[in-house]
């Protein structure tokens, strides 16, 4: 029986979510990518050979109907994949930021997989293995010595903030998982190369980012839970 997993923001083939779909197919995942656009999940989902659902995360509506539709097809989901997430607010300026943006940053980056993950836990609870990824950034950490938030060359306020929350979700629901099977950790891809030009700044493959998502996505049953990584590697908060 193969598994099934999730991936929320998978809209363009460059990015972490397509790559992700891709080497979980290859591992022998049923695979359903999400974006807003149906039409735009529906033709790369055709270029993987992976189903395509309608998803904007930070709509209770579309969350609900998707956590029903895949309830009624499948019955339960192994792997769910908190991939969508935007709002890089490069060079801003926190003190003048505009608050409607940083609203829907956070409606999107830390209440999305929050929404997500409230949604589809009676469907990961039927899986033998549930795992859950939020796909986070050393942007949202003080550990990060070159994107941290006290130590980051870019600024990027919004965003980092929302990761930073999004790093705090994931502890907190670890913490509740804590006598479940389900396994909840938070991946740093580290800075990938997924809008082109980005490889000039340091930007690494994609497919090396996608790596340490899909590890945490196949942890076995004495895996790690509630922790911070990039490549498998524990990383500081
Ligand atoms: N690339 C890096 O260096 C890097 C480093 C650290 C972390 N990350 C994280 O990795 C993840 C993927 O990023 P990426 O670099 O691959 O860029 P990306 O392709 O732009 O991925 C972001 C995805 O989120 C989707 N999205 C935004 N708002 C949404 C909503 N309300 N509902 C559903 N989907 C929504 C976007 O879809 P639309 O096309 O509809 O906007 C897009 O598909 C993000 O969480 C990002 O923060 C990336």
């Known amino acids: 029986m193969h598994k099934i997993a999730l991936i929320t923001g998978v809209s363009r083939e460059m990015g972490l979510g397509y790559e992700t779909a891709k080497q979980l197919k290859v591992l022998g995942f049923e695979v359903i990518i999400t974006a807003r656009d149906l039409e735009v999940a529906r033709k790369l989902a055709d270029s993987l050979g992976v189903s395509a659902r309608q998803l904007d995360v930070s709509s209770d509506q579309s969350v609900g109907a998707l956590a029903n539709g895949l309830q009624?097809?499948?019955?339960r989901l192994d792997v769910l994949i908190n991939n969508a997430?935007?709002?890089?607010?490069?060079?801003a300026n926190p003190l003048t930021t505009d608050m409607a943006f940083v609203i829907e940053a956070f409606d999107t980056n830390l209440l999305g997989a929050w929404r997500m993950i409230q949604a589809?836990?009676?469907?990961l609870i039927k899986s033998d293995q549930p795992r859950i990824v939020n796909v986070s950034s050393g942007a949202g950490s003080f550990g990060d010595p070159v994107f941290g938030l006290a130590h980051h060359f870019s600024k990027v306020p919004v965003y980092g903030i929302t990761k930073l929350a999004l790093n705090g979700l994931t502890v907190k629901m670890a913490t509740q998982f804590k006598e479940e099977k389900i396994k909840i950790n938070?991946?740093?891809?580290g800075f990938t190369a997924t809008y082109p030009g980005t490889e000039q700044w340091g930007a690494r493959p994609v497919s090396e980012g996608a790596k340490g998502i899909?590890?945490?996505?196949?942890?076995p049953q004495d895996g790690p839970s509630g922790?911070?990584?990039?490549?498998?590697?524990?990383?500081?908060?």
């Open 214 to 219: 899909v590890w945490a996505a196949t942890l």
């Open 85 to 91: 997430g935007s709002y890089f607010d490069q060079g």
């Open 186 to 189: 938070e991946v740093d891809p």
């Open 227 to 237: 922790g911070f990584f990039r490549d498998g590697k524990s990383l500081s908060w």
């Open 72 to 75: 009624t097809a499948f019955g």
């Open 120 to 123: 589809f836990y009676p469907l």
